[in-house]
């Protein structure tokens, strides 16, 4: 029973097939086909998505908005458009695709077995102390990935978290690459679904967000990246970060497929959003069966209740990948070890909302039965 | 009248709509939903292109096949897995996208405007007096661009020419970046439609292709890259290419959307291919219709034969952007001058075969009517 991956398991709902049904309709008919669209994605798509920040209270322009192929690629890219000598911080645990990519351009040192990390990039501790949300780093940075709703640790930063983190970031110039590519599951209104809900975000952050997980779109692909015009950043123009962006992604992108943008289309409709809700509150309801179980033997849980993912201490001090081995031996469970998200993650074990109800039930009946603890 | 632009025009057809709707049918369905793909792409649509280059001669397997959201990105990202001291040749004229990235990895040095070209960048001219395929270059090269049929020239490379630069990369552990996407084009039986027709080549040959003309796919996104476990360079282990190819782009690539590759899937059954076959027909008729006309009122043309570009050599040594102004200004045709390929598409221009049939006859007559020689 495979508890390990995040990835979607429900069909995509009838509006949103809908829509991308449209999208392939029309490019049956000579009236209606379309070849290459903008780089930069569909204007209709673009003018919902200001639209959708707009109803959370957040003013983007439809010029700073980059629809892509998915939150992956973009968090890939992303740090592609600065300097090789950029000071680079992340969160540990973190999404592996931000320390790799960083790795691979060339921005970091030799991985130092011992410590579990590069040299050259600067981790901040996600832990039980600090509730799985860092302090500001202690030295100056260039470039600060923050993912919240967290994966892997599923805690959610709250306005007084980000603010403390813009406040440094604009006091040094630093860029905050904010992946929210998990916001629809914040189901507390009181926690904020966008870096842009706090003042100031606009001069300092780039946010990367996705239709993956709410619209079902894991093998669909499409996502999307805001950056806006008035970040500031050492020897950079205003507006020059949106520019350098855009200039990247017309010379290595060619769009995201026009079927995917028609059926994002779709989920923003208001049918679609609640379409969208319902798929969320369905894999919440997991998360909630995932944490009340595995807390009702007495297992140390946290995350899961804004987000899809259930991140849990191992039982007596387990490394990772000894519980992996004994919860698989045990208990016919697969999860992700902890560690597999960095040296932070060591000892803590990822179990994802994402699967059909009967399954998760039956993982977590396996688990408070057959697990020896 | 647009004979400028690269993109198709015609409606996709009858039975790749239905493996596009079937795409999105068995998204519907909680039997037949999948998520996340493999990065390299769906091993059925592997197999058929396994077969494709089965059926011309070529021997690939499946593991040296990577899916894409086109050529565009490929072409663009190939060079991030070469050291930054790499030496790049390219051909001049040339698709944009090779220089343009080269130049952002910082593989370059100044722009040079008195001869339009970057330094640090060897030029291959293609000329009148080449036929516009260029002899291997004199001194030492890394990475080589090959484009056959040519984008912008519309010339094909014979299989001596690919001959005479296989054996060179061979001899100095060079690779070949061979950018096959418009090879359906090829009429003649007797020019290659893969690099790996030719012995040798896979020892030191990446081939680019795409779904997007052949199919229409120009908005579907969709294309694939072979990287051979044969090849062979300078400090590189025999497979060790592919494997880094393979970690990019599972690092900052999550798969080419499902819907998308069982379109492409269906393009490749014996009905899909006949009716891309017919597409192509099209438009090569359409780049007979513009060859001719152009021909009718004595202006040298190249290429259109094999390929779905006409490469025209201005009328009394006018440059590329002069003559720009005076077709859009006579005969009210927009083309694309031949500088913005490179120094050496000065004094040429292109015109694209990819249009309606109406449009470019329409054009051709205006042409032939209004054009002041």
Redo the contacts between chains.
């Keep these: 029973m495979r508890l390990g991956?995040g990835?979607?398991?429900?069909?995509?709902t009838?509006s949103i097939?809908k829509g991308?049904?449209y999208g392939?309709e029309r490019?049956?008919?000579?009236e209606t086909?379309?070849?290459?669209?903008d780089e930069q994605g569909d204007i209709r798509l673009k003018a919902s998505l200001v639209k959708y920040y707009s109803n959370i209270g957040v003013n983007i322009y439809s010029s700073e908005i980059f629809i892509s192929?998915?939150a992956?690629?973009d968090c890939?890219?992303i740090q592609s458009i600065f300097s090789l000598e950029n000071v680079v911080a992340i969160q540990d645990p973190a999404y592996p695709?931000y320390v790799?990519?960083n790795v691979?351009a060339g921005r970091t040192g030799q991985f130092n077995k011992e410590e579990g990390q590069y040299e050259g990039l600067v981790y901040m501790p996600c832990t039980e102390e600090n509730n799985f949300f860092p302090d500001v780093p202690s030295r100056q940075i260039d470039l600060i990935y923050l993912c919240s709703p967290n994966n892997p640790t599923g805690a959610v930063a709250t306005r007084e978290q980000l603010k403390n983190f813009i406040d440094y970031a604009r006091g040094i110039k630093a860029i905050i690459i904010f992946d929210a590519a998990y916001s629809f599951f914040i189901l507390n209104h009181d926690l904020p679904k966008s870096i842009y809900e706090i003042d100031g975000a606009k001069e300092c952050s780039i946010e990367i967000n996705s239709f993956s997980k709410i619209a079902?779109f894991?093998?669909?692909?499409l996502g999307w990246t805001v950056v806006p015009k008035d970040i500031i950043c050492e020897n950079s123009d205003l507006g020059k970060i949106n520019t350098i962006w855009n200039?990247?992604q017309c010379?290595?992108?060619?769009?995201?497929?026009?079927?995917?943008q028609e059926g994002g289309l779709a989920a923003l409709t208001e049918e679609g959003q609640e379409e969208c809700k319902e798929l969320v509150d369905y894999y919440m309801e997991n998360a909630r069966i995932i944490r009340e179980g595995l807390k009702s033997i007495w297992l140390v849980v946290y995350g899961g209740e804004n987000a899809p993912y259930i991140w849990m201490k191992t039982p007596n001090n387990m490394r990772s990948w000894e519980f992996f081995d004994k919860l698989l031996n045990e208990t016919h469970v697969v999860g992700t070890p902890g560690i597999g998200f960095g040296a932070r993650g060591e000892g803590y074990f990822r179990l994802s909302a994402f699967g059909?109800r009967e399954n998760i039930k039956e993982a977590i009946e396996s688990i408070k039965n057959n697990l020896r603890l």
Excluded: Q
């Design positions: 991956i990835d979607t398991t429900k069909p995509i009838p097939l991308l049904n392939v490019l049956g008919h000579v086909y379309r070849g290459y669209g192929d998915g992956k690629p890939a890219n695709v790799d990519t691979i079902g894991t093998g669909v692909r200039r990247r010379t290595f992108f060619n769009g995201a497929s026009n079927i995917a059909h």
